[in-house]
């Protein structure tokens, strides 16, 4: 072996001792595993009960894959809602601490402005936040934890933020629209409009049939008592497969607003105003542009 291959070999050692130093940095302690808050899975999860201080009482139930609001509403819920709030299980924790050796007053833990529960048995107090990174002390059991403060300010927040905002549950299938001025119902495999109008084609059927199976509100807000009947507002009846009694909601239409209400459920969805025409009524189909003659080009 001559002297040039002894010197390109210890060349060549001395590069994988360097690359061997960069990525195994011996001596160096390796971070801690990160503790994760719970060893529940969000995907055993299937009721949820969320207690707020000075405002009403959350409860959750899955059912068939979905989730739905049993209290302050019944109504279906938000999945993807949900789903945010169930990632509290597995968010990493800052610090764990033994609580039997603190002071429940010194972390608002007294009486917590709110607690949730996890299928009836793992219960999470939240407290107040520390003053350096601003991260919320969480209670379970004896140990006390800090985790971000992002999940505080979600369970907190209105009720019907954990609603669906769609007016025909998923999978619902329309059967009979009564709107105000007209009435579209499946009879024998056929839609047909009454009163009769040769005006309007089976598409103009279609496109109000679609608005109605897709149409969500911008906003959900508890219904106010004076609101629960009033006599002179305009009804709307949704029938749907599988289903005796309809969706019924009562129209309040103003310039600036265009709200459905639902009185059996004391909500009322608020909808984007541009959409007025389209729930209440067929559309026409524009006129197809004639060809331009030979003048006109």
Do not use: C
Not at 134 to 154: F, G
Not at 162 to 171: C, K, W
């Amino acid at each position: 072996m001559t002297p040039r291959t002894l010197l390109n070999l210890a060349l060549l050692l001395i590069v994988l001792i360097l690359i061997a130093v960069v990525m195994f940095e011996p001596g160096k302690t390796p971070e801690p595993e990160a503790v994760l808050l719970t060893d529940l899975k969000d995907s055993d999860v299937r009721k949820i009960k969320i207690v707020r201080k000075d405002k009403d009482t959350i409860e959750l139930e899955k059912k068939s894959g979905h989730w739905r609001m049993l209290a302050p509403f019944n109504l279906p819920a938000n999945d993807y809602k949900v789903a945010s709030v169930l990632k509290l299980l597995e968010t990493e924790t800052a610090a764990r601490y033994n609580f039997a050796d603190l002071d429940p007053a010194r972390f608002d833990l007294v009486a917590p402005v709110v607690s949730i529960t996890f299928n009836d048995s793992l219960s999470l107090d939240f407290g107040n936040t520390e003053p350096l990174h601003k991260q919320r002390y969480v209670r379970i059991d004896r140990q006390l934890y800090l985790i971000a403060d992002y999940y505080y300010y979600q369970l907190v927040g209105s009720s019907t933020d954990y609603l669906d905002h769609a007016l025909i549950r998923e999978g619902g299938k329309i059967t009979r629209i009564e709107l105000p001025d007209l009435t579209l119902a499946l009879t024998d495999g056929k839609w047909t409009l009454s009163p009769k109008n040769e005006d309007y084609s089976a598409d103009a059927y279609t496109d109000l049939l679609n608005e109605w199976q897709h149409a969500h509100a911008v906003e959900l807000r508890p219904l106010k008592n004076g609101a629960k009947k009033d006599p002179a507002s305009k009804q709307i009846h949704i029938f749907l497969q599988g289903s005796e009694s309809p969706i019924s909601f009562a129209l309040h239409q103003t310039e600036d607003e265009f709200i459905l209400t639902r009185a059996d459920k004391n909500i009322e969805y608020v909808m984007a105003a541009d959409k007025a025409d389209a729930l209440l009524g067929l559309q026409k189909s524009a006129p197809d542009a004639e060809p331009e003659s030979e003048d006109e080009k």
